[in-house]
């Protein structure tokens, strides 16, 4: 039983066919909410994870989507609306993978990439969901975050580094949408990683 109801609103979560993502399904399915769940990779754990939430009485769907794709980030929404209704809810949770290496083993195509899903992706996905949330004068968009401390490489500089810039713009989109009843905030996961 939920302490809250987000009965008729509507959350999307990115990477969310296992892990984190697949728990802030379930707890927001039965919060009420209607929930879009997002993956890129695996149909089969996906699909998994959708009959899991619906068995436990989420009203949800599947969407399969690159979240750092300006045009794919638009269809996501544009199926999630004709199913679901507009987004009240987003939860910035997809990654990409994070091999642990020394810095001079990455080039800058891999933090290019940090960048973009860390960076990027929450800024198109806070662009696409914006025009709904400010003129109900209500939105949520949540960024998941996470301190990351490993003992044989230091630091894991690629995703530190866009986690920083990820936590960065979630303060400065907390200050601009605040007028408009829309919440920017992290949720931060602390990970230790051997």
Not at 72 to 77: A, G, H, K, P
Not at 146 to 163: C, G, I, L, N, Q
Request: aromatic share 8%.
């Amino acid at each position: 039983m939920s302490l809250f109801s987000l009965k008729d609103r509507v959350a999307l979560v990115t990477g969310s066919s296992t892990g984190l993502g697949k728990a802030a399904v379930l707890a927001l399915g039965q919060a009420g909410a209607k929930v879009a769940i997002n993956y890129y990779n695996n149909d089969e754990r996906a699909n998994d994870t959708l009959q899991e939430a619906r068995d436990a009485g989420v009203d949800c769907m599947l969407v399969k989507s690159n979240v750092i794709d300006e045009s794919d980030v638009d269809r996501m929404f544009t199926e999630i609306e004709a199913n679901l209704g507009a987004v009240d809810i987003v939860v910035v949770n997809a990654t990409p993978d994070q091999p642990q290496r020394p810095i001079e083993e990455y080039d800058w195509d891999f933090y290019q990439q940090m960048l973009d899903f860390f960076v990027r992706s929450p800024y198109l996905l806070t662009r696409r969901a914006l025009p709904h949330m400010r003129g109900q004068k209500w939105g949520r968009i949540i960024n998941i975050t996470s301190e990351v401390f490993h003992r044989s490489v230091s630091p894991f500089s690629a995703y530190v580094a866009a986690k920083g810039g990820q936590i960065g713009w979630t303060r400065s989109m907390a200050s601009e949408l605040a007028p408009d009843g829309i919440t920017a905030r992290r949720q931060r996961s602390l990970a230790r990683r051997r």
